[in-house]
């Protein structure tokens, strides 16, 4: 059983940045390869980007590529995403979530976290 706690979410102008944080509890943080998730109002909840066990490889979503970096600190259990040059269209709530297959499949997600609202004004 893995726990997934999100945090770092918050409200920020066009532009700006924010770094959400995600705390696994178990032991087994370190093999799986954990990614993000985001669900805008009304819309389905898509994938946003994931990195492998050991952190030597990365997938982005081309919505975010080049403004949004994934990384982790097994050590800490911990998997960060570093958003920059946010725009409005990428208010959601932001999800983390573990494991992740590629191609994606939501269904095939094990593990969620509560979720942390990213608002972007304009």
């Known amino acids: 059983q893995v726990q997934l706690v999100e945090s770092g979410g918050g409200l920020v102008q066009a532009g700006g940045s924010l770094r959400l944080s995600c705390t696994a509890s178990?032991?087994?943080?370190?093999?799986?390869?954990m990614g993000w998730f985001r669900q805008a109002p009304g819309k389905e909840r898509e994938f946003v980007t994931a990195i492998s066990g050991p952190g030597d490889v990365v997938y982005v979503a081309d919505s975010v590529k080049g403004r949004f970096t994934i990384s982790r600190d097994n050590a800490r259990n911990t998997l960060y995403l570093q958003m920059n040059s946010l725009k409005p269209e990428d208010t959601a709530v932001y999800y983390c979530?573990?494991?992740?297959?590629?191609?994606?499949?939501?269904?095939?997600?094990?593990?969620w976290g509560q979720g942390t609202q990213v608002t972007v004004s304009s």
């Open positions: 979530a573990a494991p992740v297959y590629f191609p994606v499949v939501i269904d095939t997600v094990d593990y």
């Open positions: 178990g032991r087994t943080f370190s093999t799986y390869t």
